[in-house]
């Protein structure tokens, strides 16, 4: 067969391959109850198409050619990864994604619904070494005696210096009931501690009392049980009196769904709090009962940062007239994805779903737009330099690129590198100058200076990316200033 005949047939049929050979066992990341029986999935008749196994024929012979032929030994293991690895590619959708084993699938759920094992330990990149940026109160690390400011050596022996903070996290972490061994430098005295690992839970519900009896309500993220946390500081905070709540979602990434829409069920009036569709039709509407009877005023705080199940919430109560909206326009992620196991032990992330507002409004690349626009910048150019960012290329790929590598994670950071004022230019090639650009910029932020797009200098560039875009103005928080003014006219 031509190699070029081959390599055409090769794209067109890596979708047919991957989903001919998915078990129907689903592990749901995001998901609405009753939305994805067997109807909400999609079934392929493979066996009945003639056309279908002419070209898993060939698709076959093109493997094993391949195989056979390539200048240095590869498996078929390999070139199968990369098959399935390309139909995610060819989505050109930044949130679906390919992972090689379930264990990598199984990580991102743990990082959704905020509950993993290990000891307990918020930890922080510090020039270079894994520091303790505080135990989490109540867990092994707490009980231990781990402090806050003491730099991790070792982990079960492993000597962390060069691993990055995500290697020294997953040394962390392992089953419930497991013993993990830390070497600890405090002071420069050496200590170690034998721990034992258990269910950790991250609190994302935080509440207080504001003055004018306004009941502030932080949300970080939708795991598995905030929307219990959420019901219990709306409660408390009534309880002791307050008339108005401020609920803030600024910088919430999102999580899962159905907690989204429960903390919507305890507020909203009877009516319908999201739709979604699927390839133009909508498949499922998911409704609130109307039994919350909260009868308080509510601000709602989102940002650009608010995002996904963030969107949910927001669109529901500025279109149920719940709450009255105030910050910066969302995201505009209105995709919802689900963890789909495949026969072979990888997994996939696959965005399944577009959500929509009670009145049917897009999310995705629209975001919700705030009743009151306030910014937290003097900066005058926010909004050019918004749209520019939007436009940027997604950090999304399970690569920590080097020097030499392409790709683009190297092309997204360029371009962010490039807005902070580093002398880079985005070709999408980690060449001489990025790398120096990169080393700088973790240099400048108490990050392992080695030159490499790690997932930990990833994440921080795209914060200092945001940042730099909409700066709070000298520590004040102008927003939230707004909200607590409009919860007073409204008590």
Do not use: W
């Amino acid at each position: 067969m031509d190699p070029r005949v081959a390599r055409k047939i090769a794209r067109v049929v890596a979708i047919i391959v991957a989903i001919a050979m998915i078990v129907t066992s689903f592990s749901f990341v995001i998901f609405v109850p009753g939305l994805f029986g067997m109807e909400g999935s999609v079934v392929y008749a493979a066996s009945a198409d003639a056309d279908l196994d002419r070209r898993l024929e060939d698709l076959r012979e093109y493997i094993k050619y391949i195989q056979k032929n390539y200048k240095d030994q590869v498996s078929y293991d390999q070139l199968i990864d990369g098959a399935f690895a390309g139909v995610i590619d060819s989505l050109g959708d930044p949130y679906s994604v390919y992972y090689g084993s379930s264990t990598e699938g199984d990580d991102f759920i743990e990082s959704v619904t905020g509950e993993f094992s290990g000891i307990g330990v918020s930890l922080e990149n510090y020039k270079g070494q894994c520091r303790v940026v505080a135990p989490i109160p109540g867990t092994p690390a707490d009980k231990s005696g781990i402090k806050s400011g003491d730099i991790v050596r070792k982990v079960n022996g492993i000597d962390l210096t060069g691993k990055t903070l995500e290697e020294a996290v997953s040394l962390m972490r392992g089953e419930e009931g497991t013993k993990v061994t830390l070497e600890i430098d405090r002071d420069g005295k050496i200590l170690k501690f034998t721990l034992t690992r258990a269910k950790i839970k991250n609190i994302s519900v935080n509440s207080t009392m504001l003055d004018g009896n306004i009941g502030y309500i932080q949300i970080t993220s939708f795991d598995n049980d905030s929307h219990v946390e959420f019901r219990l500081a709306r409660t408390g905070l009534i309880n002791k009196g307050a008339k108005a709540l401020i609920i803030d979602l600024r910088n919430n990434p999102g999580g899962l769904v159905n907690t989204a829409l429960e903390i919507a069920d305890q507020l909203m009036p009877e009516g319908p709090i999201t739709h979604f569709e699927r390839q133009g039709k909508i498949v499922e509407t998911y409704y609130s009962k109307g039994e919350a009877g909260l009868g308080v005023p509510i601000v709602l705080l989102v940002n650009e940062g608010s995002a996904s199940a963030s969107e949910i919430l927001a669109g529901a109560l500025q279109d149920s007239k719940t709450a009255t909206l105030v910050g910066t326009t969302t995201y505009g992620k209105g995709v919802a994805q689900q963890i789909s196991d495949l026969a072979d032990g990888s997994s996939m992330k696959l965005s399944m779903y577009y959500f929509l507002t009670p009145n049917k409004k897009r999310i995705d690349h629209v975001g919700i737009t705030p009743d009151y626009i306030v910014q937290n910048s003097r900066n005058p150019n926010e909004k050019e330099m918004a749209e520019k960012y939007a436009s940027f290329a997604p950090m999304s790929e399970k690569v920590k690129p080097k020097a030499g590598d392409v790709g683009l994670n190297v092309f997204g950071a360029q371009q962010r590198l490039a807005m902070l004022g580093y002398p880079v230019k985005a070709t999408g090639t980690m060449d001489e100058a990025t790398v120096a650009a990169v080393t700088k910029f973790q240099s400048e932020n108490n990050l392992y200076p080695c030159g490499i797009l790690d997932y930990t200098t990833m994440a921080a560039l795209e914060k200092a990316t945001v940042r730099y875009i909409t700066g709070v103005q000298n520590g004040e928080d102008l927003q939230l200033a707004k909200a607590v003014e409009i919860a007073k006219s409204k008590i």
